[in-house]
């Protein structure tokens, strides 16, 4: 019963995050950062480099990624924790306009 009450909590966070604008003004800061600085990154970097947390970081780039302003790039090493990782970037299209 009580993690069916954490769930609803749960939801009712994100809806009200969403509804306020805040996952649109964190959206806008990942992708500057990824307009800024090109490259491919892994959740962990960005959050480090943000200074956000990796659950609004992973739940931001999950957006990104269904809109299709990031793309998901071969496995590699996350360059703060060494655990492999799947990177994201900006599109090839997008890359080419900067």
Known sequence: MMRHAA????IDAYH???????????????LEHF???????SIGELAKALGM???TV???INE????GDLIDLPKRRDLISGVLIRPVALPKVQMELI
């Open 7 to 10: 769930t609803e909590t749960q």
């Open 58 to 60: 992973s739940a931001r």
């Open 64 to 67: 990104l990624l269904k809109s």
């Open 35 to 41: 307009y800024a600085y090109g490259g491919n990154w």
């Open 53 to 55: 947390d990796k659950s």
């Open 16 to 30: 009200a995050h969403v509804s306020t604008g805040g996952a649109k003004y964190q959206r806008g800061r990942l």
